[in-house]
Structure formats: structure tokens, C-alpha cells
């Protein structure tokens, strides 16, 4: 039964892509058939977290457009041999998206794979709706933070009204993100705290993802952070939550950075 | 005055609190007039249908707007019809007449 998940937001730079990269490659990892999809259409950046951008040839404009055909723009994975990618376009029009032919690549991604992650340009403009447009599930992510919040809900809105599931009376299953949690400072009230985010957006967590140096770490290398140090703070939790997304029961823990004594001293934190 | 006291007991530094009241009241806010700005779409869609079938308009001259008084709201609609739009039509009548 294969699945389509939307990875969405409101607001841009909240981390969809580390996100839809880190969770490809964790369900990816634990043996299920992926592929990653890049909605973000003239700002394409799925390809350089996952660090194919020199491989990519045909893209999903391509594969719509009847350019080219699937496997032609489906990129494998070098790690991992059953995590692929399908790449947007840098340079093309916006509008060569259409919702048939989107709907008509996801129908034959469908037949071959477990999960089809879609990364959502940020924003309630025509491309976010169309990566949406077919998905069964959601993760809307967020940081703890006013505007990101205040996004959020809007793009939950959407969820509930312009995707095929809400047309026909269905659900699409929601679940919220948090990333670039500093635990210490929710504790002293200078951020958000999770209860807060959750009961705001009335949607069930997935996970969250503390604020950390590994993050960028990965992406500079173009390795999702998942697979570039497996026992770091976001990796866990963005393994935990790809469990979650398969339906197993994971506690919710807020894995901390540990932070060196010299780090401290500076107040140096991840940018 | 409840903003004071949060602030009062959770320390100077938390603007958490205040970030919970403001989003609270904004989403509150807002959700109220989402559900109403897809009914003013629908409005403006159907009355544009209906008085095109008549004048020829252009769509974006037409405007909807909806304003919630506390006694009463008011719907106003605003359509800017071109100069010459229905002579045809004006002359047919005039021959009727």
C-alpha cells in the first residue's frame, strides 16, 4: 500500500527539505521503498541535501510534460539502493505543473514504491497546493515560533479543503514537526513550548527536532542528516519520527544537543 | 493584566506567554475570516455569472465586500459597468417601448 506524504509549511525556512530528506532516507533505511520528491519548482534544493545535484538530467517537469520518461528522472540514491529521488526543475516555468499531470506521476510512482515524500515549496500559492494536492498524509513543519505558527494553520486549513482526500469527504492524516527546538530556552519561557504549538494548531505531534550543528553539517556535505551521524540529536528524533510514520509507538523524547563547555562559554549556537 | 502576571511570575525573559496570547487572539481572528472570505468568492463569482449574462463586465471591476458591525453587517457590492456596455440592448428595449 503505498502511501503519499506532503511535507509542508507556511512559512519558508523552516526545514522541509532537511526534513523530507532525513525522513526519505530513516524509512528508506528501515527497508522501505522511497522516493522524494521535489515540488519546489524554479528554487529546487531537494537534489543538493541529498547531494545528486550533479546527476540530475530529466526532472518532475520533464517526466509531466512527457519530456521524459519516470526512470529516465529517478535518481538512486548512493547510500541507500531503495531511496530515490525525483528532482524539480531550476529553470522552467512555474505553470507547466498541472494538477492531471501531477496526479498522473503520482499514480505511477504509486505502483512502485512503499512512500512518496513530496517537498512543498513554502506558502499557499498554486505549486504548495499541488504538492499537496494528492497526499494521504501531511507533516507540517514548524518552528516554535509566532509566524511559523500563524502558517501553519493557515496551510492546515488547506489541507482540509484543496486536497483530493478533503474533496471526496476523506481525511488526510495531519501530524506537526517542530524543528530548531531549544529545550533550555522553552523551559525558560523564551520559546514557545510544544503543549502550547500543539494545542494552538489542534493537530497530533510527529516529532521534534532539537536545534543543532549536526543539521547543517549534514546539509553542507549533502548527506541527510539521518545518514551523515545516525547518533546525533536531530537523527534520532527524525528516526523516531519516520517509526512514528509507520505506525509504531516511539515515546516522545526532546533529545538534547550536548553542547561543549567552550561552546557554552561563547553561547555559540547552530546558525 | 493576565499578560502582567504571566510575566511577573515566569521571569523577565519569558515572552513566551505572550507569544500564546497573541497567536490565540490573531488565529481566533483569522480563522473567523477565512471561512468568510470563501464565501465572498463564491458571492462575487455568482453575481458576476449572472450580470455578465446581461452586460459585458470586467471581472476584475467587480468588488464584494462584507463588513461586521456589531447591530449590522453590511454586504456591499460594487460594479463598474463600461461606458457604451449594452446599446444593442438599450435600443431593443427603446423599440419594445
Known sequence: MAKVLVVTSGKGGVGKTTSTAALGAALAQSGQSVVVVDFDVGLRNLDLVMGAERRVVFDLINVVQGVAKLPQALIRDKRLENLWLLPASQTRDKDALTDEGVGRVIAELKSRFDWILCDSPAGIERGATLAMRYADEAVIVTNPEVSSVRDSDRIIGMLDSKTVRAERGERVEKHVLITRYDPARAARGEMLNIDDILEILATPLLGIIPESQDVLKASNVGTPVTLNNAESAPARAYIDASRRLMGEEVAMVVPAERKGFMNRLLGRRAA | ?97
Request: proline share 3%; no cysteine; charged share 30%.
Open chain 2, 1 to 97: 493584566m493576565s499578560l502582567n502576571l504571566l510575566r511577573l511570575f515566569s521571569g523577565r525573559n519569558a515572552s513566551a506567554p505572550v507569544a500564546r496570547e497573541r497567536l490565540q487572539i490573531l488565529l481566533a481572528h483569522e480563522r473567523g475570516l477565512l471561512g468568510q472570505s470563501d464565501l465572498l468568492a463564491t458571492l462575487r463569482e455568482e453575481i458576476l455569472a449572472v450580470v455578465s449574462k446581461h452586460v459585458v463586465l470586467d471581472p476584475d471591476k467587480v468588488m464584494v465586500k462584507l463588513e461586521r458591525g456589531k447591530t449590522v453587517s453590511t454586504l456591499e457590492v460594487d460594479i463598474e459597468v463600461p461606458n457604451n456596455f449594452d446599446k444593442k440592448a438599450l435600443a431593443e428595449k427603446r423599440m419594445a417601448g
